[in-house]
């Protein structure tokens, strides 16, 4: 079965620092997909970043870049320069079988000023 | 440029009531899911589609009935409401072209009594 495993329930980090939150995965497909999502207070989910499990390299949006290790099982989001909006939820994702999502349990980011 | 709409956004039900949940989606997508948050659980798949008159079921899909007779609609319906099913309710949207992300919601936040 497909799980998602994020082992940090809360993060802090102040203001323009960099932040990376964990996201271990298993499955037993070789073809799948990984997402970030950010959920802020306000409740809406936005999607941040896609990883895919044949991409050579790591994915990258804005401040936003994923690092992908394979062998490792891992999809890391590192958020480079952080600001206070990015305050909020955050969930790593895996596509099962390219439908539905498998979602983590989230870790919660606070920066502060 | 609705994307994907969910009503009601709140409704307050009676433990043993039963009521349906509409999901709508402009976007032509295949595949529909419907997720739901609960505090320090993320995001859990309740039940899917990957197209009009094909449905499946979820990590947690007791208590809950489906159906897909168009491709715009999903409706989940709570047979007969329980406390347990107290929860924020997502309704999402995706196509089957590798790498899109899913469209969710604004959700619905779901209380019984």
């Known amino acids: 079965a497909q799980k998602i495993t994020q082992t940090q329930p809360g993060m802090f980090v102040q203001e323009k620092e960099a932040v990376t939150l964990d996201c271990t995965y298993d499955?037993?497909?070789?073809?799948?997909?990984l997402f970030w999502y950010k959920q802020p207070s306000s409740g809406e989910m936005i999607f941040l970043i896609y990883?895919?499990?044949?991409?050579?390299q790591n994915a990258t949006e804005g401040r936003y870049s994923l690092n992908f290790q394979k062998a490792r099982k891992s999809a890391n989001l590192v958020i480079s320069a952080s600001q206070l909006g990015d305050s909020a939820m955050y969930f790593c994702?895996?596509?099962?079988?390219?439908?539905?999502?498998?979602f983590g349990k989230g870790t919660t980011l606070s920066v502060s000023s | 440029n609705a994307g994907v709409t969910q009503t009601p956004k709140f409704q307050v039900l009676k433990t043993g009531q039963s009521m349906t949940l509409q999901c709508a989606q402009d976007?032509?997508?295949?595949?529909m899911s419907w997720y739901r948050q609960d505090p320090g659980m993320g995001l859990r798949l309740i039940h899917y589609?990957?197209?009009?008159?094909?449905?499946d079921q979820g990590e947690v899909p007791n208590g809950y009935n489906v159906s897909r007779s168009t491709t715009e609609d999903f409706p989940l319906r709570l047979l007969s409401a329980a406390p347990s099913q107290t929860s924020v309710y997502f309704c999402?949207?995706?196509?089957?072209?590798?790498?899109?992300?899913?469209?969710f919601g604004d959700g619905t936040r779901l209380s019984i009594l």
């Open positions: 589609s990957v197209g009009a008159g094909i449905t």
């Open positions: 994702a895996m596509d099962q079988a390219g439908t539905a999502l498998i």
């Open positions: 999402a949207s995706g196509t089957n072209k590798g790498g899109q992300p899913q469209h």
């Open positions: 990883q895919g499990s044949y991409d050579e």
């Open positions: 499955t037993s497909d070789q073809s799948y997909g």
């Open positions: 976007m032509n997508h295949e595949y």
